[in-house]
């Protein structure tokens, strides 16, 4: 398939600039592809979708101030952008500067800290941060929440608090796992109290998140890769949920490729890894049979992946039905319960 295939024209005033006051305000579009159907409902209203013994597994991933802004050591201004911290002083970054630098250069940050470029890791630079700090303290003091490029104001307070799932627990992405903004403690707690069983995975989103994809066709992209933790306590309740007949629902497309990364490379087992999994239609699901996530970007990765997950034709319906109601779009926006189709294998 072709990248164009997954394009569609958004009004720019559908894209959410803001949260809503409430987490569970959000707008709720029902697609269920095995009645091939498209409902409007609201997100305070989904513990109703769901039944005792189901399993909602979240993303329990916490977003880091991991945009910095500083000069080389010719004064040139640099804005750095830290994908993933490898040790206390050590992270992989992406470097905006009108040159690229070399190994062994300096990077003068803030406060009169100093990061040296060690080298180039893909498309990524290993940097080092000099003194006794670490990256996660000085990112916590120094840096900023590095919110998506379609937002258009800078990160503030309030941004602190709601682009900041309130089940963040590890430390690591530099973006939200926008899906689980929805959820309230007293949502979660309405599940619960219904026998629905609420577990947690952990992805890292990355930067690469953000870049588009740059190929005509898809399968000559590559995705970037995230690291993730898989708990033995979520296998479990997942395997005797599905002996039972009950349903998982992973809550975003960082969830699902979770589950569906460890579910394709054989017995599941508690771990950490990295994936780099892209998933298209024609992919078989193996673990997964909802998905609640945001609306995306148009040919973008994670618009692919739900039209894997939908089916192209009616995900393409579902998103014209959203803008034809003027649903908000992307990560301060509404969201979708897709109830996918049963895989042709079983």
Known sequence: MKTLDFDFYLPPHLIAQHP????????????????????????????????????????????????????KATGGHIEVMIDRVLSPQEAYAQI??????????????????????????AD??????????????????YGQLPLPPYIEHTADAA????????????AGAVAAPTAGLHFDEALLQALIDKGVHVRYVTL????????????????????HSEVYHLPADTIQTILEARANGKRVTAVGTTSLRTLESAAHVGKLFAHHGDTNIFITPGFEFKLVDRLITN????????MMLVSAFGGYDLMREAYAHAI?????????????LITRAPSPKG
């Open 20 to 71: 809503l006051p409430n987490r569970s305000e959000s707008r709720l579009l029902e697609v269920n592809a095995l009645t091939q159907s498209i409902r409007n409902h609201h997100f305070r209203e989904i513990a109703a979708h769901f039944e005792a013994g189901d399993v909602l597994v979240l993303n329990d991933t916490k977003v880091i101030k991991a945009r910095l802004f500083g000069q």
């Open 96 to 121: 905006k500067s009108s040159r690229s630098p070399k190994a062994g250069s300096l990077l003068h940050l803030s406060a009169g800290y100093q990061a040296e470029v060690l080298g180039r890791h």
């Open 324 to 336: 034809e109601e003027a649903y908000r779009f992307f990560s301060y926006g509404d969201a979708m």
């Open 204 to 223: 890292h989103v990355g930067a690469g998140t953000f870049q588009p994809v740059k190929v005509d066709d898809i399968a000559d992209h590559h995705m």
């Open 295 to 302: 609306f995306h970007l148009p040919k973008s990765t994670l």
């Open 159 to 170: 941004d602190d608090t709601r682009y900041q799932t309130v089940f963040a627990k590890h």
């Open 124 to 141: 990524m630079f290993h940097i080092q941060l000099l003194g006794e700090a670490s990256w996660y303290d000085f990112l916590e003091q």
